[in-house]
Every structure is written in C-alpha cells, then in structure tokens.
C-alpha cells in the first residue's frame, strides 16, 4: 500500500494563515488513496516510512530533510530544492535574468523594501517606502534587526491580482484581494480598489508555469499587478500557498497531479526491473 506523509508548515511560516494551510493539506490529503498520516514540520522523522511526502515546510532542516528524501526516491511535492529555490532574493534573480514581466528596481511612486531571505514572516517584513529618505531608514531598521539580504522593487500603480497554480495541469485561477477583502498583511489597499483592467490571464499563466519551472516549484501561488494598459508585473511568487479562494478545486488538482506522477513512476521503475530481468537471461 502505498504511504503519504503530509507535513504541515510551521507556525512562523503561516502569520495569520494557519488554519488556511492546515485546511488544503488536509483537503489534499483526504482526495489520496494509502495509508496516511499527517504531522507538523517540527516533529519531522524518519518513524513513517513514505513513497510520497506532500509538505508545505519551509524551515531549513525540513528543506534538507525533503532534499534527502527526494535522492532516496521519494516523490516530494513541493520539492525541497523548489522551496529553497523560492527563497525571495533568488526569485528576483531568476526573473530577472529569464526575461519574467517584473517591477523595476526604481520609480515615481515610491518602493517596496522586502525581506530576501525568507517568505515574509510579519507585517514589519515587507514595508512600502514613498522616496529614497525612508527606503534608507527602512533599510537600516532592517539591518537592525539581522535581515542583510533584501529586495528593492518600484511601486507599481494598478490592479492587484492574486494567482493560483498547478504546474503542468490546467489549474489556474486569478482573484482581486481587493474584492473579497481577504488579505495577509493588508498591503493590496494600497493599490486601492480595483479597477478590473482588461489582461491576458493565459499570459500569466504561461509566465507563471514558466518560473514554476526555472524554480521546481509544482504547487505554487504568487501576486501581480495589472496596469491600465493591460501589462502586469508579477510581484511575488510562493511555494504552495493556502488557496483559501478555491480551496476544494486546487485540492482535487494537486491530488489528482500526485497521483498521477507516482503512478507514472512506479510504471518507469517496473519497466526498468523488467528491462534488468531481461538483460540478466
């Protein structure tokens, strides 16, 4: 029979957003088929014994543990080297260098500072900046408390969109926050209330699945802005996000793709004992 560990994330990963990320991964859980169980990233171990690892960690010892599980050949959604490869200051390299429709690095209407080396943990770690003066002093404040790595990006005025993926599959929904009024740190009001320009969502679509995959990321979310004239700026990108507006749908999808790769896999390796039975007679 097959096993599946579900590994929930650590409360620090999850500001305001626990109950959220426990309910899609109980809601992925419940569509698989084997024996289950599900436990907390901080009581991670070796006790179960499982052919497929469905984990939303993101603490460092729980990316190298996934990152071990994977070369023993356990299938790992999301991938530990995906999950490390999120790591914001690295996104912002990566969409840089592959040409990925982002905010400059300067502009007219201020900035937003962002912590580099991690998702954002509190509301303090992601700070808007109206001019140079308090970019500096934002900064600072964040050099104060420990945080080197950082990421400057140009404000940009328009529509807040947030989107929700599956990679290589056919899930892909966009929502306004601004509509719902569901919001982490309520940083979307800044855009005000949406306007709902007219944009190609299979452009983001495509954009996204594209840095899904310079980033082995299978379950992702992220955020763009839309500008009037229908361009947008992806403006963060995650590893398996909460998808509190579509929970029940992203759920059959992620469920749906893992078992369809394990059953993919087990195929690969019995035709691989057959080919060995083979060359041995």
Not at 101 to 130: E, I
Not at 201 to 215: M, P, T, Y
Request: with cysteine.
């Amino acid at each position: 029979m097959t096993r599946i560990l579900g590994i929930t994330r650590a409360p620090q990963y999850s500001p305001q957003s626990e109950a959220q990320d426990m309910a899609i991964l109980k809601a992925v859980m419940e569509r698989m088929e084997g024996e289950k169980r599900m436990v907390n990233e901080t009581e991670v171990d070796d006790d179960f014994a499982a052919n497929i690892i469905l984990s939303m960690g993101r603490q460092p010892l729980t990316v190298k543990w996934l990152k071990d599980k994977e070369t023993e050949g356990v299938l790992v959604v999301n991938s530990g080297y995906g999950v490390e490869a999120c790591q914001r200051s690295h996104v912002d390299k990566i969409m840089r260098s592959h040409g990925v429709p982002m905010p400059p690095t300067t502009g007219t209407h201020g900035y937003w500072l962002k912590r580099g080396d991690t998702s954002a943990q509190t509301r303090d770690d992601v700070v808007y900046c109206r001019n140079d003066k308090e970019l500096a002093q934002a900064k600072s404040a964040f050099r104060n408390r420990g945080i080197t790595d950082m990421v400057v990006s140009a404000n940009i005025q328009g529509d807040v969109v947030k989107f929700y993926g599956v990679r290589k599959t056919a899930f892909f929904r966009c929502f306004y926050p601004g509509d719902d009024g569901i919001s982490k740190f309520g940083n979307e009001a800044r855009n005000g209330v949406p306007l709902h320009y007219a944009f190609s969502v299979e452009r983001l679509q495509c954009d996204a699945e594209r840095l899904a995959g310079l980033l082995h990321t299978e379950v992702y979310g992220g955020d763009c802005i839309v500008a009037s004239d229908g361009t947008y700026s992806i403006i963060d990108f995650n590893d398996w996000p909460s998808f509190s507006r579509c929970r029940e749908e992203a759920a059959e999808a992620i469920a749906n793709k893992v078992q369809a790769d394990w059953e993919r896999r087990k195929k690969q390796d019995n035709e691989s004992i057959q080919r060995a039975i083979t060359d041995l007679f």
